[in-house]
Every structure is written in C-alpha cells, then in structure tokens.
C-alpha cells in the first residue's frame, strides 16, 4: 500500500529552527511537496522537491533523499505566525497525490 | 473571482438528501480535483478531471460523482447524504497534471450529514 508518514504534532520556541521530518512509500515517485495549513483554511503550497537535496526558499528549506524515501521541512527563525499545520504529499505513478495526515507545529513565545 | 472559489461555506444536511457542492476557478487551468479532509487523517482524493469533457475516480469515489462540462466549473454531487460523508471538501486545481504544477486550493465547504 502506499503510506506518508509524519510526526502527529511538535512543539518549538519563537526564533528556533525546526525539522518537520515525512517518511514514504509510494508506487512511484513524481516529485514530493510541502503545503502550509493554518486552522480552518485551505492548505497553501510551501516547496517542491523531485530531485535529491536541498530546496532552499527564504526562511523555509525542503530536502529529499529518493533512495530513503525521506524528506524533511525545515523552518528557521520561527514567528508565531508559522503556527500550523504542514502537509507532505508525494504524486505517484499515475500523479496522484498521496497526502499525509499533517505535523501541527506549536510555536511559543 | 481572483483563483478558486467554493459554495456553500458551510452546510448542515439530512441524511438521505441531495448536495452539490460548488467549485469554480478563473485561473483557466487545465486539472481539477476534489478532496476530503478528516481529523488525523490526510486529505483523501475523491474525483478528478485532468482536462475539460473527463473524470476520474480517486481514492475515495463511493457516493460521489462529479461533471466537468467546461474549463472553470467542476460540481461535486452527494446523490444520497450519509453521516460518514461529515467532512471538509477542498477543491484544487492545477494548470496540468505532472511536472512543478502545485496545486492551489479554494477555501473549502464545512459540511454535515445528520
């Protein structure tokens, strides 16, 4: 079967860096995003990854290791703002997106 | 309309009726799809449309069904509301499947089956 897995929930401080970590199995790769979701909205694309390392895009950072199936999101400086959730999803063979159940990310002062 | 649009907001509904579920976009892409997002669990594609006149089913079809007459619009129909379809449905469209076409979602319809 194909299956996303990501840490449920995490706690970091204001101003800390963090590692959203999202493991996978899927029938096939076509590339692996990251979407932001604050509480009662619609998710909002964060990154893209299809190729093995390091996405880099202001504060935020994706990376991807395709023979692990392994990504991580990191989030550096953090502002209370950045309290959501965040979303892994890998397009697979018929380019489909296979969602995981999402990191809710408390930030405290 | 500025991106994608969804209606109702919200909706409380008797089991046994029936829905559709509204989702128009003006940004003329291309592939269309409708999700459903449950606590603890990840969003669930139920229908899709990669381009105007076809569908197709996702991972969670069964009570569902969708149309695609045209580029903008893509309806989403509950022929017979059941409890278990208590959920939130996101619509999101991308200007083509594959390649680095993110997906942008609308705002989503809070919906309840009694």
């Known amino acids: 079967g194909q299956n996303i897995d990501q840490p449920t929930e995490m706690t970091a401080t204001e101003g800390a860096i963090v590692q959203i970590n999202c493991t996978y199995q899927?029938?096939?790769?076509?590339?692996l995003f990251w979407y932001q979701q604050h509480a009662g909205e619609a998710p909002t694309f964060l990154s893209y990854?299809?190729l093995d390392g390091l996405e880099e895009k202001g504060r935020f950072s994706s990376f991807l290791s395709r023979s692990k199936g392994y990504s991580y999101l990191l989030l550096k400086e953090l502002q209370m703002k950045d309290s959501a959730s965040y979303l892994c999803a890998v397009r697979d063979s018929n380019y489909q997106l296979i969602w995981g159940a999402g990191t809710k990310l408390i930030i405290k002062p | 309309i500025a991106g994608i649009t969804q209606a109702p907001t919200s909706q409380i509904l008797a089991a046994g009726r029936r829905m559709t579920l509204r989702c128009t976009q003006d940004?003329?892409?291309?592939?269309m799809y409708w999700y459903r997002q449950d606590l603890g669990l990840g969003l669930r594609l139920i229908h899709y449309s990669n381009t105007a006149g076809t569908t197709g089913k996702g991972e969670v079809p069964d009570g569902y069904s969708v149309s695609r007459a045209n580029t903008d619009d893509f309806p989403l129909t509950l022929a017979s509301a059941v409890p278990s379809q208590t959920s939130v449905y996101f619509c999101?469209?991308?200007?083509?499947?594959?390649?680095?076409?993110?997906?942008?979602f609308g705002p989503g319809t809070r919906l309840t089956v009694l």
């Open positions: 999101a469209s991308a200007a083509r499947e594959g390649g680095y076409n993110e997906q942008f």
């Open positions: 940004m003329r892409h291309n592939a």
């Open positions: 990854n299809v």
């Open positions: 899927t029938s096939g790769f076509n590339g």
